[in-house]
């Protein structure tokens, strides 16, 4: 076995050497576009663009389509391709595309010069291949303490709370999530979408085996695997995924789930404004009906393109204009709050700012603030964060497959969505928007609220 892992570091390290030989720089740039004109779909054929699901859960709320549904046109994006530009990916509510070159110095100007295109700009640079440096797959993953018997819930069953639940009891008590869950609403017939920086191994943890995973996308890299790339996905999963009755129980055990990779874990680049963008549109189209997003951006490798507090309106930048207009399609984001509060930026992040969203912040278990959840409010006056929840050594799965602890915005945001999608569940009238304005009016800081708690911790067992 040691030879074999041996074997298996060199043959890692002969292939980082060959792509550093090998690596040619290329640059990323997203193209505005003027209009959607010469497009074959139709606002009145939704079905060759969007899934059945999709269209329903817009038909169930009353919500109707329109230009920003549509697909970037087809046509321009073969003009595109022709002056040697990769396409990555599109953003039809943004009607924007990114690309990505190696030889800038003609591609460019003839990109600039297309009569479709609005701007184009810079939003990433690649000097160097990324330095990977992944674990081995093939190691043992802990089953210790997992009884497979144990994942199907009995209600029968006399379980104290705090035995049920196991090591994930505190984080969604302290929601009084129970009291949902007791009432038979876990989530079933609920779509999650998780965008994120990768799912290691959640392909092979056993004590994620029985979680219903619909299927996965990458918008981050062309080639690589989501299981195979960065563990805080899987780790954001965990907290709302997991059912092992007597371990650990998550807020959402009976949901399905979408995994989809945005975030590039090598760099700090705007392309991925770009990136998620991309992924919330798939998750529309799949017909996810809620969106986990434990990501935030406020600095990039180049300075310039830092974000700003002013552009910090929910608009501005790029994702979080998408970000707002998810509610408009019949969706629930949940998005971290960041962590910055004891760092120099103190803020939120992007697209934490959107509008008609939860952005979830920190606390202790005792529902005292964590000192590095950030503050709000948006730039135009907004409360921000939205609701708190338990962000401080909370329970989440190791890529081992083994209970751990972490910390962070990150993990307060699915634990708040996995309740959220048992609370729709349980009021399957409400509407997106409808849906985030209750809970935020569940808060216990709903009289007051402010810009280090929002409307506080929400009390799910209220109706």
Not at 103 to 127: E, G, P, Q
Not at 437 to 449: C, E, S, Y
Request: charge should be negative; hydrophobic fraction near 40%.
């Amino acid at each position: 076995m040691k030879k074999l892992i041996l074997l298996a570091v060199a043959a890692l390290m002969l292939n980082s050497t060959v792509l550093a030989q090998d690596f040619t720089p290329s640059f990323k740039y997203r193209i505005t576009l003027k209009d959607k004109k010469h497009n074959p779909y139709s606002l009145s054929r939704p079905e060759e663009f969007l899934s059945k699901k999709s269209i329903e859960r817009r038909t169930k709320q009353g919500l109707k389509l329109d230009e920003t549904d549509l697909p970037v046109s087809p046509e321009y994006l073969s003009e595109i391709r022709a002056t040697g530009a990769i396409v990555c990916s599109t953003s039809k509510w943004n009607n924007t595309v990114l690309v990505e070159l190696t030889d800038t110095s003609k591609a460019v100007v003839m990109l600039r010069n297309l009569t479709f295109v609005s701007s184009i700009r810079k939003v990433a640079t690649y000097m160097e291949a990324p330095s990977r440096n992944k674990t081995n797959r093939f190691r043992l993953i802990s089953e210790k303490n997992i009884n497979e018997s144990d994942a199907i819930h009995n209600s029968s069953e006399e379980w104290l709370d705090s035995e049920y639940y196991g090591e994930g009891f505190t984080q969604i008590n302290q929601l009084n999530g129970i009291s949902l869950h007791r009432r038979g609403f876990r989530g079933a017939g609920m779509t999650i979408a998780v965008i994120d920086g990768g799912f290691y191994n959640a392909d092979i943890i056993p004590m994620l085996k029985n979680v219903n995973i619909l299927g996965v996308a990458d918008f981050a890299e062309r080639g690589t695997n989501v299981y195979e790339e960065g563990s805080h996905g899987m780790m954001v999963l965990s907290c709302m995924a997991t059912n092992h009755p007597g371990t650990f129980v998550g807020t959402a055990p009976e949901a399905s789930y979408w995994l989809i990779r945005s975030e590039d874990s090598y760099s700090e680049q705007m392309a991925e404004e770009d990136n998620w963008c991309a992924a919330v549109e798939f998750a529309d189209s799949v017909g996810a009906d809620l969106v986990n997003t434990s990501l935030g951006y406020s600095k990039y490798d180049n300075e310039a393109d830092n974000v700003r507090y002013w552009e910090m309106d929910g608009h501005k930048r790029l994702c979080s204009n998408s970000a707002s207009m998810l509610a408009g399609k019949g969706m629930v984001l949940c998005n971290s709050a960041g962590n910055e509060a004891s760092k120099t930026w103190k803020l939120i992040s992007i697209p934490a700012d959107a509008d008609d969203v939860l952005t979830v912040g920190a606390v202790r278990s005792n529902g005292i603030n964590t000192n590095f959840s950030s503050l709000g409010n948006s730039a135009d006056g907004r409360i921000k964060p939205d609701v708190m929840a338990m962000g401080e050594a909370c329970t989440v799965l190791s890529t081992r497959g083994e209970l751990t602890t972490a910390s962070g915005t990150s993990f307060a945001s699915p634990i708040m969505c996995g309740m959220v999608a048992c609370f729709w569940q349980a009021n399957p009238k409400l509407t997106a928007l409808e849906v985030v304005q209750k809970v935020r009016l569940l808060g216990d800081n709903v009289a007051h609220p402010d810009n280090v708690f929002g409307y506080g911790i929400p009390d799910f067992s209220k109706k």
